[in-house]
């Protein structure tokens, strides 16, 4: 499969010394779907088979349905609602017409299996997905081939471990076996070094509400738990990965 390169967004990531610029990445690919949604596209058949097909998770359609663009939303949920409810049909009418409980069981199952089924492929994030992966794959190509990069890197805050792993995943698909022992051993010295340093930051914090610590300066830790909790999980996560 070809991939689109993002040099230009990867670069200005990198450069902007982001505890995780692939979260920030992330942050503008969700901003542009969920607008995406809630422009002029909704009035385009083609986008409203798909919206009524696959819908958001519930994380999405409440981004929507609080983005003050009521028409746009009220217009998706109407045919969004009645595909799901045609789809549900034989189900419901089970439901309806148990006559005992070996019945009801059976009924309640199938639909479970709809509504599963139903929340599977929110288009929100198969957008954010494959921005990701362009994402991910660009940050493996570029330290290859570009040695600016490779060094911006290496002295770099790392990633959130969420966006660390899959990097390192990527890797193995992005380069040649040989860069790819390199680009493992340097990344995650990275990532290590920084992880300490959040670590640093976080310990300071929990002795600057000591009595004792009162009057010694926060070093620059004042928001050192939003930075760690941010470090452990990563922010704009693909909450319905597709693969
Ligand atoms: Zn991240
Ligand atoms: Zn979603």
């Not at 995406?36 to 359609?61: A, D, Q």
């Not at 148990?98 to 069981?105: C, L, Y």
């Not at 362009?134 to 600016?148: A, I, S, V």
């Not at 992880?195 to 009057?215: C, F, G, P």
Request: charged letters at 25%; glycine letters at 6%; aromatic letters at 8%.
């Amino acid at each position: 499969m070809k991939i689109e390169l993002e040099t230009i967004p990867v670069w200005d990531g990198l450069n902007s010394k982001s505890e995780c610029f692939i979260c920030d990445l992330m942050g503008e690919a969700q901003k542009h779907a969920v607008s995406f949604y809630l422009g002029n596209s909704v009035m385009n058949p083609e986008t409203r088979v798909k919206v009524n097909e696959h819908g958001f998770c519930t994380k999405h359609w409440q981004m929507l349905s609080t983005a003050n663009k009521a028409q746009g939303v009220a217009l998706m949920s109407d045919t969004y609602l009645a595909t799901t409810r045609s789809k549900a049909e034989g189900a419901i009418n089970a439901l309806l017409g148990a006559k005992n409980p070996r019945q009801a069981k059976k009924a309640v199952l199938s639909f479970s299996e709809v509504m599963e089924k139903r929340e599977q492929g929110c288009l929100i994030c198969t957008a954010m997905e494959e921005r990701l992966k362009r994402y991910l794959y660009t940050t493996c190509y570029l330290w290859g081939e570009d040695p600016t990069f490779r060094e911006a890197l290496a002295s770099g805050k790392g990633f959130c471990l969420h966006h660390f792993h899959l990097l390192l995943e990527t890797a193995s698909v992005a380069l040649s076996s040989a860069d790819y022992v390199a680009f493992v051993r340097s990344v995650t010295q990275t990532e290590v070094e920084n992880l300490d340093r959040i670590a640093k930051d976080v310990s300071w914090m929990t002795q600057k509400y000591k009595s004792e610590n009162m009057d010694k300066s926060w070093n620059g830790c004042e928001d050192a738990h939003k930075r760690g909790v941010d470090k452990m999980t990563g922010r704009h996560r693909v909450t319905d990965p597709v693969r």
